[in-house]
């Protein structure tokens, strides 16, 4: 089994920082939100988003999957009561000359095998798509 941590510090009224190893991110935590930090829901988001693009870095290789780029845009619905996400529409971006066939096989990959995609799915409609720039 592996374990993680991440420590969370309150800054002040307006925001927070997360650190893990030597990185650090800005967190929106004051109630009215901030443009330059994420917020709890947006830092879902980014946490799918970089499960999915790591999905692909590990399983491209393994399938031999030629690509020169990948792009995930996710979007969440929240809900007020009780406060939840609802639902995560996505859509990853490949740049890639490999056919429709090779794309949905990295698309199941990156759906089967990703420990954030798997959590976020058995709580939430997580629905998309992987399409070819």
């Given amino acids: 089994m592996l374990e993680y ?9 307006h925001r927070s920082i997360a650190r893990c190893k030597d990185a650090e991110v800005r967190l929106a935590t004051d109630v009215n939100g901030s443009v330059d930090a994420f917020n709890p829901a ?27 780029g990948v792009e ?9 009561t009780p406060p939840r996400m609802s639902a995560i529409d996505y859509e990853i971006i490949v740049d890639t000359d490999e056919n429709d066939r090779r794309i949905d096989l990295l698309h199941t ?16 409609a997580v629905s998309g798509q992987m399409v070819r720039r």
């Fill in 5 to 13: 941590k991440v420590e969370a510090t309150r800054i002040d009224a």
């Fill in 42 to 68: 947006e830092m879902l988001l980014a946490s799918l988003a970089a499960c999915m693009i790591k999905g692909i870095e590990r399983a491209a290789p393994m399938l031999k999957f030629s690509l020169r």
């Fill in 72 to 80: 995930v845009r996710l979007k969440g619905v929240r809900e007020d």
């Fill in 109 to 124: 990959n990156v759906r089967k095998y990703g420990t954030i995609f798997n959590t976020v799915s058995a709580a939430v």
